[in-house]
């Protein structure tokens, strides 16, 4: 192993029964029955995709940086920020007290967050991934697994009671578009659970490359990608239609031997940057001195350096009825002012 974290193994299970195709006509897309395909690979550089909306990830060059780690004989190695983050999800979908009966796994791979749930929770799953390697591990809940882009859901409108998706939605293109049809395939009153890395991710790895690169070549060029900030993920959701909005953040911190480390994992991860604007090569001596800088800046004790991962979590729930909704303005019968009260000692024994 090339850190020093311990790293669960991946439990193999059978394929799980293939869906009919009465019940396949029934939940996609009629104008996309097949395994969404990305589009066409645009022409190198930023370009825009329609109002606004920016081309800064290559998703033909993400497919195959995926389909290349999972190829990997020594693979499940590189799964333990997955399968913790996974675990997580899991979680907050137990906390909501309830069965869900159809439920849906964007860009789910290697079944990371079902490993962690039962059938009593998810009674059927439906998992999408853009890379076709990945799709082949799965949990004791039946699962029917989709060749699809994450930017380009087959499925039709109100189908699902649950969507989740962990670690998957900070390379889509269009996060907005991407919600928004969350929100549409989802049942009214369905929730939506998902976890994304946040704009402080790696930030050590980042200062590390930019101050040696200025050092060594005069001028730095991204080799980190670009992530969302916490402080835009609720106004997103809210736009996308979500409500009852939860958003947090927790910060899962690795510990590595060195830099050499840190980049072969998010390699083996399926991580590795696919940015428009990424620079192809490192020079030998740009990456000599940041592993130095590296350790100066941010080393422990022990020799070992860190590399943080923001992980953003939200939960959003569309609409329905029968969902509690906020007080009418003005109708509150206690005053702010009173609460200032509340910690007071009663006196009872009054003379």
């Known amino acids: 192993m090339s850190s020093g974290v311990c790293r669960r193994v991946l439990q193999t299970a059978g394929c799980g029964p293939a869906a009919s195709s009465a019940s396949w006509s029934r939940i996609m897309s009629p104008c996309c029955r097949l395994a969404a395909r990305p589009r066409a690979e645009p022409r ?174 005069g001028g730095f060029s991204p080799h980190v990608s670009p992530y969302t900030a916490v402080t835009d993920l609720g106004n997103l959701l809210g736009q996308a239609g979500f409500n009852m909005l939860t958003v947090d953040i927790d910060d899962v911190q690795v510990h590595y031997p060195g830099i050499i480390e840190v980049m072969t994992d998010l390699q083996g991860m399926g991580e590795s940057n696919c940015a428009w604007n990424r620079r192809s090569l490192l020079h030998r001596d740009t990456i000599l001195a940041a592993a130095a800088i590296y350790k100066e800046m941010y080393g422990n004790q022990d020799g070992s350096i860190p590399a943080t991962f923001e992980i953003l979590y939200m939960i959003g729930w569309k609409p329905h009825e029968s969902q509690a909704k906020p007080a009418k303005r003005g109708s509150a019968t206690v005053s702010f002012g009173d609460l200032s009260k509340i910690s007071q000692p009663t006196n009872t024994n009054k003379p």
């Open 44 to 217: 190198r550089g930023l370009s825009v995709l329609g109002r606004g909306t920016m081309n800064v990830f290559n998703r033909e060059m993400k497919r195959r940086q995926k389909n290349w780690a999972a190829s990997l004989q020594d693979g499940h190695q590189f799964d333990y920020l997955r399968d913790e983050v996974g675990s997580r999800v899991a979680d907050r979908v137990y906390d909501i007290v309830r069965t869900f009966p159809l439920a849906l796994d964007i860009g789910g791979g290697k079944s990371h967050i079902a490993e962690h749930l039962s059938k009593d929770v998810v009674e059927r799953l439906f998992l999408t991934d853009i890379s076709e390697e990945t799709l082949r591990r799965q949990s004791e809940i039946p699962t029917h697994h989709v060749l699809a882009d994450e930017e380009f859901l087959p499925f039709k409108e109100n189908t699902f009671d649950l969507v989740m998706s962990s670690l998957s939605l900070h390379w889509i293109n269009d996060l907005p578009g991407a919600l928004k049809q969350i929100h549409q395939v989802l049942k009214p009153d369905g929730v939506f659970i998902g976890a994304m890395v946040g704009g402080d991710t790696l930030y050590e790895l980042r200062c590390s490359l930019q101050l040696a690169e200025t050092e060594r070549e």
